[in-house]
């Protein structure tokens, strides 16, 4: 049982940090925060994300040119122009690496007031820091299952691992992929965008992307009065005690 609430932990706090950290404040701004904070929720985001952590900066850059190319040839991840899961997952890699790297200059708009550390990115990418974190996970693992017995553990959950490794990825793909090719949609944004769940508790709002596509500033995801973003509540208490403040519409 607890290497499952370590799963668990694991998953919903690197999305959390993807959702609110890299999506709403590095790509669209939704809301403000001082340097301290945005140190802070940096640091959070490494330890969060380990061994696949996102740098806020590439991140911004390639979900701006998403909205900007929604579902066309030029969209850095459409599932309706890759062959499939894994194409779509190895296309955006490479995307990423290029701006990351600084190989590829990006446009003003996409680049432009994007978070950037650029020597704190450099650590948290290096291979060394990422193999570091894997080898942290196989050792939890480990004494878990083989060491110490835990009631609860099994040695089918070694095939956990590998999502461990590549959770921000994982995270990245079931969005980008469902989101733009099941459920329903609420708006016609002129692309594929789908809200995948009425109350998205998997995926902590971000299979609302029809919702999104069409109100990409605001910071609600949900709609409908039958629709929940669970990232939502959070922003608002951070708002409240004045960590954040949203901008005002």
């Given at each position: 049982?607890?290497?499952?609430?370590?799963?668990?932990?694991?998953?919903?706090?690197?999305?959390?940090?993807?959702?609110?950290?890299?999506h709403?404040?590095?790509?669209?701004?939704?809301?403000?925060?001082?340097?301290?904070?945005?140190?802070?929720?940096?640091?959070?985001?490494?330890?969060?994300?380990?061994?696949?952590?996102?740098?806020?900066?590439?991140?911004?850059?390639?979900?701006?040119m998403?909205?900007?190319?929604?579902?066309?040839?030029?969209?850095?991840?459409?599932?309706?122009?890759?062959?499939n899961?894994?194409?779509?997952?190895?296309?955006t890699?490479?995307i990423?690496?290029?701006y990351?790297?600084?190989?590829?200059?990006?446009?003003?708009?996409?680049?432009?007031?994007v978070?950037?550390?650029?020597k704190?990115?450099?650590?948290?990418?290096?291979?060394?820091?990422?193999?570091?974190?894997g080898?942290?996970?196989?050792?939890?693992?480990?004494l878990?299952?083989?060491?110490?017995e835990?009631?609860?553990?099994?040695?089918?959950m070694?095939?956990?691992?590998?999502?461990?490794?590549?959770?921000?990825?994982?995270?990245g793909?079931?969005?980008?992929?469902?989101?733009?090719k099941?459920g329903?949609?609420?708006?016609?944004?002129?692309?594929?965008?789908?809200?995948?769940?009425?109350?998205d508790?998997?995926?902590l709002?971000?299979?609302?992307?029809?919702?999104?596509?069409?109100?990409?500033?605001?910071?609600?995801?949900?709609?409908k009065w039958?629709?929940?973003?669970?990232?939502?509540?959070?922003?608002?208490?951070?708002?409240?005690?004045?960590?954040?403040k949203?901008?005002?519409?």
């Amino acid at each position: 049982m607890i290497l499952i609430i370590f799963f668990l932990l694991h998953w919903y706090f690197s999305l959390f940090c993807q959702s609110f950290f890299l999506h709403r404040y590095a790509a669209h701004q939704m809301f403000l925060m001082n340097k301290f904070w945005e140190k802070f929720f940096y640091l959070f985001t490494w330890i969060c994300q380990g061994s696949s952590y996102l740098s806020p900066r590439a991140y911004a850059i390639l979900h701006r040119m998403h909205h900007a190319y929604s579902d066309t040839p030029k969209d850095p991840h459409s599932p309706h122009h890759t062959e499939n899961l894994f194409t779509m997952m190895w296309k955006t890699k490479n995307i990423y690496n290029d701006y990351f790297s600084f190989r590829l200059k990006p446009e003003e708009r996409f680049s432009k007031d994007v978070p950037d550390w650029k020597k704190f990115d450099l650590m948290a990418d290096s291979m060394v820091v990422r193999v570091a974190w894997g080898v942290l996970y196989v050792a939890i693992y480990v004494l878990s299952i083989s060491v110490f017995e835990l009631a609860g553990t099994h040695w089918w959950m070694y095939f956990l691992l590998p999502i461990h490794f590549m959770m921000g990825p994982v995270h990245g793909a079931i969005v980008n992929w469902s989101g733009h090719k099941y459920g329903y949609a609420n708006f016609d944004n002129n692309d594929h965008s789908k809200n995948s769940l009425l109350m998205d508790i998997l995926m902590l709002g971000e299979l609302f992307q029809n919702n999104h596509h069409k109100l990409p500033n605001r910071p609600n995801f949900a709609v409908k009065w039958y629709e929940f973003d669970p990232t939502y509540p959070i922003v608002k208490l951070l708002h409240m005690t004045r960590i954040i403040k949203l901008r005002t519409a």
